[in-house]
């Protein structure tokens, strides 16, 4: 059974920072390229971060987070972890972890609540 499990989310002033961790069972997570997305209130869910597979770990950002998240991998752990600086309320959403194979389905997580508010 796979399982992507996140953690990690929390309520934080404007400014301030959180770590996201999303560990995941049940798959080679070493062939899975790992994504963040985040879903607002009344918005459509939307990419934030990737990271490749096969220990070259290439990175990919959003606009709208880059210089502010960066997304990293530990094989070993079988986690993928979003660390976020200098939050702003347009952060607040659930975020998503997803794992993706060119040939296989991909994996979600159930989602973590980020409230950036003072």
């Known amino acids: 059974q796979v399982q992507l499990v996140e953690s990690g989310g929390g309520l934080v002033q404007p400014g301030g920072s959180l770590k996201l961790s999303c560990a995941a069972s049940?798959?080679?997570?070493?062939?899975?390229?790992m994504r963040w997305y985040r879903q607002a209130p009344g918005k459509q869910r939307e990419l934030v971060a990737g990271i490749s597979s096969g220990g070259g770990f290439s990175t990919d950002y959003a606009d709208s987070v880059k210089g502010r998240f960066t997304i990293s991998r530990d094989d070993a752990k079988n986690t993928v972890y979003l660390q976020m600086n200098s939050l702003k309320g347009d952060d607040t959403a659930v975020y998503y972890c997803?794992?993706?194979?060119?040939?296989?389905?991909?994996?979600w997580g159930q989602g973590t609540q980020v409230t950036v508010s003072s």
């Open positions: 997803n794992a993706e194979v060119s040939y296989g389905p991909d994996f």
């Open positions: 049940g798959i080679i997570f070493s062939g899975y390229a």
